[in-house]
């Protein structure tokens, strides 16, 4: 099922931050969101995790408008994290992944073994079983990002929404972590992020959306939308591409 926004307007404190966004997302692909900074980028993906109302238009998944669904369905449909997630308990970090599973057992109910096994086995993957019975606070700020990662991943959302999710990791930790994004989108997920570095997003996206003040200047398959060109309008870099890979040359000269 896509998900999918509707002629979406977002405003915030009457300032108006999205315009007009009708785009598509599919599932068993990953699509990046870039743009500079105000384009409204956290806003959009904040709306489409349910947490923004639009002022205008739809946001649906399937065939389902997103307000209408039950908090708890719609958290085992899409798993969101934000851009500066936090952890309020100093709680071990294997509780804080096991929080991801809420969504799946009745209020209350002790973990079942389903719940377990997923556990362990987003720890694993996010290399983080090592310290999963630390106070999560202790925990450095790329490892406690792992963390958080992992309880979305535990939940096992048909919709995967991240917003800036590289940003406290070592390089090595960030591949991996794009790694498991494209290992979620390959296994049928939908997976949208948000990122800044666009070296990363051309080498990790299926298609790409570009915002630019609010609006939607392209919206595609990555190699159509991420070109030269776009980068050098949109964000006032030279680029070029060698071998598929997007290499960013530096500001243009004036």
């Known amino acids: ?6 002629d979406v307007t ?8 999205l315009s007009d966004a009708h785009v598509a997302f599919r599932p068993g692909r990953v699509t990046v969101i870039v ?3 105000g384009a409204g980028k956290s806003s959009l993906v904040r709306a489409a995790a349910g947490l923004l109302s639009p002022a205008t238009g739809h946001i649906r998944v399937g065939v389902d408008d997103l307000a209408t669904l039950d908090p708890r369905a719609r958290a085992r449909l899409i798993g969101y994290l934000p851009q500066e ?3 309020h308990w100093n709680v071990p970090a294997r509780e804080v992944v096991a929080l991801g599973r809420l969504p799946h057992r009745s209020p209350f109910a002790a973990p079942a073994p389903e719940d377990r096994a997923a556990i362990d086995h987003v720890l694993a993957l996010t290399d983080t079983t090592a310290f999963a019975d630390r106070p999560v606070h202790t925990l450095s700020g790329g490892e406690r990002a792992r963390v958080l990662f992992a309880r979305v991943l ?5 919709w995967l929404i991240a917003d800036e999710p590289l940003a406290s990791l070592d390089p090595a930790h960030q591949f991996a972590l794009l790694d498991l994004a494209r290992r ?4 049928g997920a939908g997976v949208v992020l948000v990122l800044h570095d666009l070296a990363h997003a051309a080498r990790i996206a299926d298609d ?12 595609g398959p990555v190699e159509k939308v991420l070109t030269p060109d776009a980068v050098e309008t949109v964000f006032g870099v030279s680029a070029r591409r060698i071998d598929g890979a997007l290499i960013i040359e530096g500001p243009l000269s004036r």
């Open 1 to 6: 099922m896509e998900l999918t926004l509707d």
């Open 10 to 17: 977002l405003t915030l404190s009457g300032r108006t931050v």
């Open 35 to 37: 743009g500079p900074n």
């Open 85 to 87: 997630a936090s952890v």
């Open 154 to 158: 535990a939940g096992r959302p048909r």
């Open 184 to 187: 979620a989108a390959d296994d």
């Open 208 to 219: 790409v959306l570009i915002l630019r003040d609010g609006r939607v200047v392209g919206f």
